[in-house]
């Protein structure tokens, strides 16, 4: 099972159409998905990840322009007819949100919301999909789910909440759960169950989940294996155990050099600021804040390379120096 | 839902009585009703006036004469207009039947039109389609009700006449003059021009509402959630869009009778339809205490009755009010 | 977030929104232009407001060279008449706007800084008033503030502009009161507001010096609305015969588009067409300029780019 590839995204690009001009929030990112794993993708606010995965869910607006492949159970999602995606979408691929505040339609009883992701890709009775509701209620950890399947959204808590919508979306048994920084909106003490019921559908249903976060701390409690972007790229990519000992790229070494750790007087940031993406730099667009920049950076755009265990799109990730080991 | 609609009802009353004195009052220091029956009866014998007084309840006490007001009003007791001693209350259910059913045609007419105009304009915000609609809400609400009545009459019944020997519609009254007996073709071609007239500005200020309310809806997050479980956009936009662009849409709308009602007493003087506008200009006009304060009562009632439906459809719409 | 935006200030993005919307800068255009024209109206009416165009018979003549718009009942020159008349509803649109924007600027900050019985009472007031028929409730207040013997001072009598102006301007502040009031509530609990109350700033400190300076944009778009009420609020009443009169010369919109009641009938059709004209551009253009103005200081409009 494990190994198999469920989805594979290839050289995709997604502009977007702005007063200001074309803006290329996504350039050429190719990554792939095991069934039953937790791929962990990280990167700041801006750096594409999440626009990667609402491209693949074909959820962005019409003002966006999407090129190059996503192929999901063998079959290509990227031009697929409305109609394709639709039925692709809450069956075979779905989706959690950031903010579960307002990821619930307020006017609709919880059931309801569930039921409806039912129906819409299984022929089943009212009572039927009741039934289910209230089932799902109580895989994702919501007590007394029978009469809860009958409330609103504003009688929930936030991290209940959260819960719903991932009842909604682990409904039809997806073979790939996209969670979009399903905790960042939540206390912490929430955020580590909403973690634990993630990874308890994942083993529970052999998911894979693609769980999108800017927060390394979090992938390193729950991902097998992560992808690192950058201004719309994909800079590093590996398993968490070699990617925490030995990151190979300046910007995953900044970024981990930024985490809070225990014995560590001062944290270290990144410094500059994100790129403009209507104008992004030339070459590894990591180059103006690297304190490894060397002209070879600014040249030609690098690609994912073999370097030892990890895959990196540093061109000197061979020169630099070991950095320090975060396991 | 029972118990709130209860306790709604419970607010009305006393709010009721407090609009009513404040009418009272504005009408005693704002229409002097003694002179003006004394103007509109200058032969009256001084026990005549004093009789006026107290069944109109305009002792100079304004609180003793409004609780006489109020109890001769509750018991049925009703003064007859100043002018020929008219009965009131005949003359007030013609008025109010002839409004309600020209503020009926032009509010559905108006809000289904307004609505349909907002949902399309809110499909595709800065199309083509949303500039020409949004354009033409905004002239519309820049035709106040008189203009364009005066424009339409113009157009339709006196050139229309001019160029094609009879004029399309009818400008005044609800039947021809000597007309009796029910006829509805004939009605209907009488209420058009007014109709339109009350329709325009319903359409115009609630396709405006709509657009806004269902942009914000349709830009929330809840809608991406409605998305992503793969139903078909028909039902994204139906079921989980509409109700709840609705719900600010008609928390306006009961703030809105008042400029609709506003709209219809300009529209019916206009057209010289006999309605409660009509009414109201008339006795404002003579300064006819005995009927104008049963239309102001029935003018707050049903003001005081539209905030509650609206109050009740929005706890209706939207659970969260429910609750409180 | 390009570098561009990053560089202007609040205000140089809400003028470039502002900009931005065409109808807006085109009824700007109109609007100055038809200011000039009726400021200068002694150059730019062919006669004064009650003159004849030629000797009788003189009434009612259609549009041509000595009257382009044609004339009324008794001979009057048209154009020039809706010049006067035009320069006299501007003058009460912007004199009643500037009171009712004061004091409902003044009493919806208050209101909603205060927060408790005064707002609850406010608000239920203005509740009532707009919910009440618009042309009643201005004909009931109309009658109470001409009836009131001390303000006769202030009000003038009851058929002058001034007493018009001073109508619209008691009149129109609960809808600026409204606006201004919920600008208020959303600023009360912005940081730097707990600030200045943290340290110990006064009311009236915090009202004159945060509340009101942040709550510019709302009231300029209600002062828009207010001017256009006032000048459509005036011509409904001259329409109805309680407008200021027409004595002394004076005319105004309300007067010229009342006298077209009559013309309807009997098909003067310029009496009616120029003046509905005039009031129905002279509205549209003020709208327009009150909605990009809405669009470009609501900063909630931000997304997008």
Known sequence: MMGEKVMQIRDLHVTFDTPSGPLEAVRGVDLEVEAGELLGVVGESGSGKSVTFLATMGLLPTRAHVTGSVVLEGEQLIGASAKKMRDVRGRLLSMIFQDPLSALNPVHRIGDQISEMLHSHQSLTRRESEKRAIELLDIVGIPQPADRARQYPHEFSGGMRQRVVIAIAIANNPKVLIADEPTTALDVTVQAQILEVIERVQERFGTAVVLITHDLGVIARVADRVNVMYAGRNVEHGTIHSLFDHPSHPYTRGLLASLPRAGKQRLKPITGFPPNMLQPPSGCAFHPRCEFAADVCRGAMPELRQIDDLQSACVRAKELPRAESFV | MFRYIL???????????????????????????VASYKRVNPRATRAKVQQYIDVNGLDPNFVKGYLTWLRNFVTGDWAPSIKGRREVWPALKDAMANTLRLGTAATVVGIFFGLIAGVFAALRPGGKRDVFINTSAFVGISIPPFISAILLQLLFAVYWQRWFGESLFPTSGVYPPGHSGFDLPLMIRYMVLPTIVVAIQIIATYSRYMRSSLLDVLNSDYMRTARSKGISERRVLVKHGMRNALIPVVTIAALDVGSIVGGLIITENIFSYPGMGLYFLKSFGEGDFPLLMPWMVVIVASVLLFNLIADISYAWLDPRIRLE | ???????????????????????????????????????????????????????????????????????????????SRLIFGIRVSLLIGLASALISVTLGSLIGAVAGFRGGKFDDVMMRVTDLFLAFPFLVTLLVVRNVLGAVPWLKPLTGEMNSVRFIIVLFGIFGWMGVARIVRGQVLSLKEREFVEAARAVGASRRYIISRHLLPNSVGPIMVALTFSVVGAIIGESTLAFFGYGPQAGDGATSLGILVGAAKGAVQTGFWWLAVFPCFALIVIALSINFIGDALRDATDPRLDRGA
Not at chain 3, 26 to 44: E, H, K, M, Q
């Open chain 3, 1 to 79: 977030m390009s570098d561009v935006t990053l560089q202007l200030s609040p205000r140089q993005m809400a003028f470039r929104r502002f900009v931005s919307h065409k109808a807006a800068v085109a009824s700007c255009g109109v609007i100055l232009a038809l200011s000039l024209f009726v400021i200068l109206a002694p150059l730019t009416a062919r006669y004064g407001v009650n003159q004849s165009v030629q000797a009788p018979p003189n009434s009612f003549l259609s549009p041509r060279g000595n009257a382009w718009l044609g004339t009324d009942d008794i001979g009057r020159d048209l154009y």
């Open chain 2, 7 to 33: 306790r709604r009802l419970a607010w009305a009353i006393p709010t009721l009585l407090i609009v009513t004195f404040l009418v009272y009052l504005a009408l005693r220091i704002g229409t002097d009703p």
